[in-house]
């Protein structure tokens, strides 16, 4: 305004510096984009070098699902995780019979979540055997396998989808009313009827859905499934007491003939099963029922004791 610089000369001096900044800031942005790629291909390296699984092609033997009379049994079995200095199962022997109810119970780390990963053969066994029905699990295909039990634990997962999607997962013939009925029995029917879309909310974002609502949803997602086994880890663990005890009697019920698996830190939802196995340290230090073990004043009623003291 005051004529001393010219307009032309402001216009080009933005040019220049314009001209001067932008690859500047090119190069900065290359940078980034350098680091997300060592990031990203930091994961994918490791991703190819995990080891492959064993091959199973050429095992013949399977167990169908209808035929499984349901018993299984721990022969001595000690395992170790490879990055672990010492083992964390010590021969661990165990018999379950088939119908029955057994619960594990133990402290912090003593390897109960260990012994169902064992059981799925996530992990395999460096000696002694599992046995389902008399056939070891080394002869069977992991698919197969899974395919026989029913497994809730401990920690819940949901993917992107809608809570139908959710909990009917990959089983085709659950029908309506089942569902229904499920969603009931585990206590989601309240949930689901204050949301706008009922069952065909979506919940890709996980926020919505709380803790113990998330274990509901895997609770109801294990209950769609018909299978000779079932696992349960910590599988109420978030739930308030009222719903775990009407989640409790629902499975009760859902369990009948089934073989199961219970691991609880709350004592008092596995009272009533048929053998409680008390680990600590990869061993069993105690097995009985709920009134033997009591009467036996050891580890599990310490254990059940403490509940109550405050
Ligand atoms: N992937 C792993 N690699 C190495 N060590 C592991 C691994 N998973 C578990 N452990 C170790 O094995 C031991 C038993 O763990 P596990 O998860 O079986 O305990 P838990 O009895 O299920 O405990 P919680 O009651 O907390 O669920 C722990 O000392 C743990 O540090
Ligand atoms: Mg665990």
């Known amino acids: 305004m005051n004529d001393i610089i010219s307009f032309g000369v402001i216009v080009a001096f933005i040019t220049y510096v314009r001209l001067f900044t932008s690859p500047l800031s090119q190069i900065a942005q290359a940078m980034t984009s350098l680091q997300s790629t060592g990031a990203a291909s930091e994961r994918v390296f490791e991703f190819l070098d995990e080891q492959e699984m064993s091959d199973e092609s050429s ?3 399977k167990l169908e699902t209808k035929q499984v009379k349901g018993n299984i049994e721990f022969e001595n079995v000690v395992f170790q995780y490879d990055n672990n200095p010492k083992p964390t199962i010590n021969n661990f022997s165990a018999k379950a019979k088939s119908g029955q109810k057994i619960a594990i119970v133990g402290p912090t780390g003593a390897g109960k979540t260990t012994l169902v990963n064992l059981l799925m053969k996530f992990y395999d066994i460096n000696s002694g055997d599992i046995k389902i029905d008399g056939v070891s699990i080394k002869e069977l295909t992991r698919e197969n396998i899974h395919d026989l039990f029913t497994m809730v ?4 997962w949901l993917f992107d989808g809608t809570i139908r ?3 009917v997962y990959n089983n085709e013939n659950v029908t309506e009313e089942k569902l229904e009925q499920i969603c009931k029995t585990v206590g989601l ?3 689901i009827k204050t949301l706008p879309h009922g069952l065909d909310t979506d919940i890709s974002d996980n926020d919505t859905v709380s803790a113990g609502q998330k274990q509901l949803l895997t609770i109801a997602r ?3 499934q018909d299978t000779p086994f079932l696992i349960l880890d910590e599988a109420t663990s978030n739930v308030d007491t009222r719903t775990e005890e009407l989640v409790q009697k629902a499975m009760d019920k859902l369990t009948e003939g089934k073989t ?3 691991i609880a830190h709350r004592l008092s939802t596995i009272k009533n099963a048929d053998l409680i196995l008390v680990v ?3 061993n069993i230090i105690e097995q009985g029922n709920h009134d033997e073990l ?3 004043q050891g580890f599990y009623a310490e254990l059940y004791n403490s509940q109550f003291e405050l």
């Open 222 to 224: 294990g209950m769609t």
């Open 153 to 156: 634990l401990q920690d819940t």
């Open 294 to 296: 009591m009467e036996k």
């Open 165 to 167: 999607e959710n909990i």
């Open 189 to 191: 029917d309240h949930f």
């Open 260 to 262: 199961s698996f219970i």
């Open 280 to 282: 600590n340290d990869g």
């Open 59 to 61: 095992f013949a033997k």
